[in-house]
Each structure stands twice: as C-alpha cells, then as structure tokens.
C-alpha cells in the first residue's frame, strides 16, 4: 500500500537549517509530483512547495520563497525540503502529499524557537 514517511524534524533556534525527507514506497513513485505542506496549531494546512514528477518545475508559497528548496531523488523514492532561515513562524507540523494518489504522510514536527 502507499506509504509516506517523513523524518528530519526537530527544534532548531531561529536562523538555523534543517532538511526533511519523505521516503515513498507502494506506488511508481517517479510518476506522480508530490508536494510539502505543513499546518501550524490553530491553523488550516498550507502548502508550502511542490515538484513535478521529474523534478523539473517547483512551486512555492510566497512566505518561503528564497528560503526553502524542494527537490526529489527518484531513485531513492525520496522527496526532500531543504529549509534555511528558519523562523518561528516556520513552526508547524509538515506534511508530504502525492498528487494524484491524494495520500498524506503522518508528518514530522519542525519547532523554531530560541
């Protein structure tokens, strides 16, 4: 069945790095764009980026533009969100989505605090 694992959350201060992964598995995974969104507590889940299929075109939401990168790697089934900058409105629980498949993962915590 398809499967979505993100992992690389954690606490980090404002300013610092971190990067999150979501490893895919069940489906041809080269085949479907596949996006990050995330939702912060009170609030309606966002999206924050997304990528084609091939990797070829991203999208991004406006208020990380310039600080977060999307990228994918197809042979390891993997979708990763590169995160710079980071501030404490950055915190939120963050998501991966398939496209097409409309499946959610179970999410990783990104907490940005000092």
């Known amino acids: 069945q398809v499967q979505l694992v993100e992992s690389g959350g954690g606490l980090v201060q404002p300013g610092e790095s971190l990067r999150l992964s979501c490893e895919a598995s069940?489906?041809?995974?080269?085949?479907?764009?596949m996006s990050w969104y995330r939702q912060a507590p009170g609030k309606e889940r966002e999206l924050v980026a997304g990528?084609?299929?091939?990797?070829?075109?991203?999208n991004y939401a406006d208020s990380v533009k310039g600080r977060f990168t999307i990228s994918r790697d197809n042979a390891k089934n993997t979708v990763y969100l590169q995160m710079n900058s980071l501030k404490p409105e950055d915190t939120a629980v963050y998501y991966c989505?398939?496209?097409?498949?409309?499946?959610w993962g179970q999410g990783t915590q990104v907490t940005v605090s000092s």
């Open positions: 069940g489906f041809i995974f080269s085949s479907y764009a």
């Open positions: 990528i084609t299929s091939t990797g070829g075109r991203t």
């Open positions: 989505f398939v496209h097409g498949l409309m499946r």
